[in-house]
């Protein structure tokens, strides 16, 4: 195995800020979807200088393809500017989430779908190569990461939130960039 096989995806932190908000999303989760959307608008509001916004990607085996877009966005992330392809890759999932969810969890179309062309699509939407990163050791650590941080801090669904190391229940996917705001003090 050489160094590029290897590859470190980028870490999915934004701003500086002293206060740290740390987002566990799952990629199909629709509630998630819905928080995701409120993450960046939430940066721009309270400023990059005052808030460190890190995204954790939480896999959850009810959706039954979670584990595999979770490693697709963490081969964007090992991608040259990676935590932006990432993110970019995070927000298509959420925007075609039919195409990559199985009704109610569990039949529909997705039923004969393969991991390769689960793969194929989301490159197709995304618009970026996937099959090549995703099959990087430096991703498979990324993975394992990222599932560890969730286990050491209790972490059980999504979305959840962690306000300064520890989780905080009053963030809402249902609530305003406004309302998060004011949570934050």
């Known amino acids: 195995m050489n160094d590029a096989d290897r590859a470190k995806p980028a870490e999915l932190v934004w701003g500086h800020g002293p206060q740290k908000l740390e987002v566990f ?4 989760c629709p509630f998630s979807v ?5 993450l960046m608008p939430l940066l721009a509001h ?3 200088e005052r808030l460190t916004l890190q995204v954790h990607l939480h ?3 009810w959706h039954l393809f979670s584990g595999i877009l979770t490693r697709c966005i963490l081969a ?10 990432a993110w970019h890759t995070l927000r298509t999932i959420g ?3 039919e195409e990559f969810e199985f009704s109610q969890h569990c039949e529909g179309l997705n039923m004969q779908t393969t991991p390769d062309e ?3 699509r989301l490159e197709v939407y995304a618009r970026l190569d996937l099959a090549r990163p995703f ?3 430096g991703v498979t650590e990324a993975m394992k990461a990222h599932a560890r941080h969730a286990r050491e801090n209790g972490i059980h669904v999504s979305p959840t939130v962690m306000l300064d190391g520890a989780v905080d229940d009053r963030f809402q996917s249902g609530q305003s960039v406004e309302e998060w705001a004011a949570l934050l003090g």
């Open 59 to 61: 896999s959850q085996p």
């Open 46 to 48: 309270v400023g990059e």
């Open 135 to 137: 099959r990087l050791s």
């Open 34 to 38: 819905r928080a995701s959307r409120k």
């Open 95 to 97: 925007d075609h989430r």
């Open 25 to 28: 999303l799952e990629p199909t």
């Open 118 to 120: 689960l793969i194929v």
């Open 76 to 85: 964007a992330a090992a991608l040259p500017d990676g935590r932006d392809r």
